[in-house]
């Protein structure tokens, strides 16, 4: 919810008058604040268990991955993009 672009933050900037911008700068801290914790949380117990090295069934290369999920990626700095470049904006009251 936090990192952007989230619809729960849109629909706070939407309902208190809040700069989208200002918020998406401020997610992308908290987002990757969070994406840290989390790695250092369950490293060490993958680490030892030797989770995520075996080769699976169904699982994808990071090339084939990376390809197929290219948009989603994209798609923070396709909005931040928009927003910033005042391609999309809010209309005048």
Same mark, same amino acid.
């Given at each position: 919810m936090i990192i952007p672009p989230s619809i729960p933050?849109?629909?706070?900037a939407l309902s208190t008058d809040t700069s989208v911008g200002d918020l998406f700068v401020a997610g992308i801290g908290? +987002?990757?604040s969070i994406g840290?914790? &989390? %790695?250092?949380?369950?490293?060490p117990y993958a680490r030892p268990h030797g =989770? @995520? &090295?075996?080769? @699976? %069934? +169904? #699982? &994808?290369?990071? @090339?084939t991955a990376l390809r197929e999920?290219?948009?989603?990626? =994209?798609? !923070?700095?396709i909005t931040a993009g +928009?927003?910033? +470049?005042?391609?999309? #904006?809010? !209309?005048e009251a």
């Open positions: 933050m849109n629909l706070f908290a +987002g990757l840290v914790a &989390l %790695v250092i949380c369950v490293w =989770l @995520g &090295l075996q080769v @699976g %069934v +169904g #699982r &994808l290369s990071v @090339g999920s290219c948009m989603a990626v =994209l798609m !923070p700095v +928009g927003i910033y +470049g005042v391609i999309v #904006r809010r !209309p």
